[in-house]
Structure formats: structure tokens, C-alpha cells
């Protein structure tokens, strides 16, 4: 796999939330080794407004997202993914499209923050909460030496990383 940048492609249901976060966070730590992409299997059409204040308060861009389909990035001329990562139970358990090029696979699950109802205050904690445990996931997956694990290792190393808590 020693190819850069490589091309990451964060998934979930609605793609209004936690894989925008994850899109907005590995753009914002990944530097250029990195392209971050996100989108749902039925995407919402809009992002979540608190995603993108979140994004803001980690001192990250809050602009350029939307909520799109999956299936964008199975056709002929998407960008070939290098790794796919479910970030919301119900999308790890769907079937999803084809993907070109054998991309490593993994899922990270996170609450969804979108889903916490009471106040303002504890809105905007759920959605920092899913934004904290996604940076130390990302932060963590930055760490590996990407151009010298084989794949099923690779995979592993992956996969583990959707344990890691904040």
C-alpha cells in the first residue's frame, strides 16, 4: 500500500453526524497523506448543524460537508478507497455496495450523537463526546507505519483501533 495520499472513506446511515466528524477530523489531523471523504447508505440531505459546530470548536473548518450516498463512491470513476470505515452499528451490519480495489475494512462504532435528546448543553456534550473518541481513533490510526504493515495486519491493527475509547 505505499501510495499516498491515501483515501479514507468514513461511513454511517445518515451521514449527517459521526461520519461527518470523522471526515472533518482526519482532514484536519491527516495532513497530506490523508484524503477524508464520508457518506451514508441513506443519507440524511443535511448535515447536522451541531456536527458542524463541533468541527468548529476542534479549531477545524465547518464548511464544504454534505450528506451524500454511498453509492457515489462505487462508480467507475470515484476515487479508489484505501480504507473504509463504519462508524454507526447499523451501517457496519448493511450490505454495502462493491468496492473497487479491496479497500481495508473496519468498524469504529460511536453512539450516535444526533439521537441524545434533552437540552442544548447536553446536545453539544454528545456530539464532543463522539467527536473525542473519533480523534484518539484517528489519532491512533495516523500512528500505524501504514507503508509497512502487510494487509491482515493491517486489518487487525484497524479493526482494534474501533475499541479504543477516548
Same mark, same amino acid.
Given at each position: 500500500m505505499p501510495h499516498l495520499p491515501f483515501n479514507v472513506l468514513f461511513l454511517c446511515t445518515g451521514n449527517s453526524a459521526r461520519s461527518i466528524l470523522a471526515e472533518g477530523l482526519l482532514k484536519g489531523l491527516g495532513g497530506d497523506r490523508f484524503r477524508a471523504y464520508s457518506a451514508g447508505s441513506t443519507p440524511k440531505g443535511d448535515v447536522h448543524p451541531l456536527a458542524l459546530a463541533t468541527l468548529l470548536s476542534f479549531s477545524l473548518p465547518g464548511d464544504g460537508y454534505r450528506s451524500k450516498s454511498w453509492d457515489e463512491f462505487a462508480e467507475p470513476d470515484a476515487p479508489k478507497m484505501d480504507f473504509?470505515?463504519? +462508524?454507526?452499528?447499523? =451501517? =457496519? *451490519? /448493511? +450490505?454495502?455496495?462493491? &468496492?473497487? *480495489?479491496?479497500?481495508?475494512? !473496519?468498524? &469504529? *462504532?460511536?453512539?450516535?450523537? =444526533? !439521537? +441524545?435528546? *434533552?437540552?442544548?448543553? /447536553?446536545?453539544?456534550? =454528545?456530539?464532543?463526546d463522539a467527536a473525542r473518541v473519533l480523534k484518539r481513533r484517528i489519532e491512533l490510526f495516523l500512528s500505524l507505519p501504514l507503508e509497512r504493515l502487510d494487509a491482515m495486519s493491517l486489518q487487525t491493527e484497524l479493526r482494534g483501533i474501533g475499541n479504543a475509547e477516548e
Open positions: 473504509i470505515i463504519t +462508524v454507526c452499528d447499523n =451501517a =457496519a *451490519g /448493511e +450490505v454495502c455496495p462493491v &468496492w473497487p *480495489g479491496h479497500p481495508t475494512t !473496519a468498524h &469504529w *462504532g460511536i453512539a450516535d450523537p =444526533a !439521537a +441524545v435528546e *434533552g437540552t442544548e448543553d /447536553e446536545r453539544r456534550k =454528545a456530539f464532543q
